[in-house]
C-alpha cells in the first residue's frame, strides 16, 4: 500500500510536470479534483521512485589493511552507508546492511541492491559496469579515472595530485539476469563516496524528475576537507545520463 501511494502521488506530479492541469488529471482517471490534489499532497514522497520498490540491501566492500592485512571497511563507506539508509528511513522504506567479500563475489540477480563499491573491489561489478552506455571506468598510469563516453571526456580524481577533490559516479544499471536494476556508489577513492551520499539527500528530487526510472549514469565533482574527508561541495560535471530509449 506504501508504494501503490507513492506510485499514485508520483504519477499525479509527474503529468503535472508535463502540463496537465489537475482538472485534466482528474477527468482522466475518473476522481474530483479535491482527490487528485489529496493524491498529490499525502503519502511518501515520490522521489523515493527513484530507487526502486524497497526493501532495500546497503552493501559496502570489505577491504585487506594495509598494515595488518586484516579485513576491514572503509569509514567513509560505513558514514556513507549510514547516513543513505536515513534517507531511505525517511522515505518510507526498510533496509538492511550487508558487506560483500575480500573476493568481490556477489549475488548480484537481487532485489533492492545499493552498493558502495567500483571496479576495483569487485570483478562482478567491473562487469556490470561495463555495461554502462554513456560513462566507463578507465585505468590510466596514474591510476582509475572516469570517461564520459559522450563527450570523451576523462575526468581524473584530484585525491591523486594531493587535492582535495574526487570525482565519483552514480549508476543505477540492468541486473544481469535482466529482471530489475541495481545502483551503484561509488568515489575513485573513498571520499568521493561520502559525497554521493550528500547528494542524494540534498538533490533527490531533481535527480529522479532527470533520471525517471530506467537504467541511467552520472558523474559528480566531490570537493572535501582534507582532514576529515568530508564533503565541502558536490556538484554534477555531466548531464544525467540515461540509456536506451
Request: include cysteine.
Amino acid at each position: 500500500m506504501t508504494e501503490l501511494s507513492r506510485l499514485r502521488r508520483a504519477l499525479v506530479q509527474e503529468l503535472h510536470d508535463e502540463g496537465w492541469t489537475f482538472a485534466e488529471i482528474a477527468d482522466a482517471a475518473g476522481l474530483s479534483r479535491g482527490r487528485v490534489h489529496q493524491v498529490r499532497h499525502q503519502g511518501p514522497r515520490p522521489e523515493g521512485a527513484f530507487f526502486g520498490a524497497g526493501p532495500f540491501r546497503i552493501v559496502t566492500p570489505l577491504k585487506r589493511e594495509d598494515q595488518w592485512a586484516r579485513p576491514v571497511v572503509a569509514a567513509e563507506d560505513v558514514a556513507a552507508s549510514q547516513r543513505l539508509g536515513e534517507l531511505l528511513r525517511s522515505l518510507g522504506f526498510e533496509y538492511e546492511f550487508e558487506q560483500m567479500p575480500l573476493s568481490g563475489e556477489l549475488d548480484l540477480n537481487r532485489d533492492g541492491l545499493i552498493i558502495f563499491s567500483g571496479p576495483r573491489t569487485s570483478d562482478a561489478i567491473g562487469a556490470l559496469l561495463e555495461a554502462d552506455q554513456a560513462i566507463r571506468f578507465k585505468y590510466l598510469k596514474s591510476g582509475w579515472a572516469l570517461r564520459d563516453l559522450t563527450t570523451s571526456t576523462t575526468y581524473k580524481s584530484g585525491h591523486d595530485e594531493s587535492e582535495p577533490f574526487d570525482i565519483a559516479y552514480l549508476g543505477r544499471l540492468p541486473r544481469p539476469d535482466g529482471n530489475g536494476n541495481v545502483i551503484i556508489l561509488t568515489g575513485i577513492h573513498p571520499p568521493g563516496t561520502l559525497g554521493l551520499t550528500q547528494f542524494l539527500c540534498e538533490h533527490l528530487t531533481d535527480l529522479h524528475r532527470d533520471s525517471r526510472k530506467g537504467p541511467m549514469s552520472v558523474l559528480l565533482r566531490v570537493d572535501y576537507d582534507a582532514e576529515s574527508h568530508e564533503p565541502t561541495a558536490v556538484r554534477t560535471i555531466t548531464p544525467v545520463h540515461r540509456h536506451g530509449n
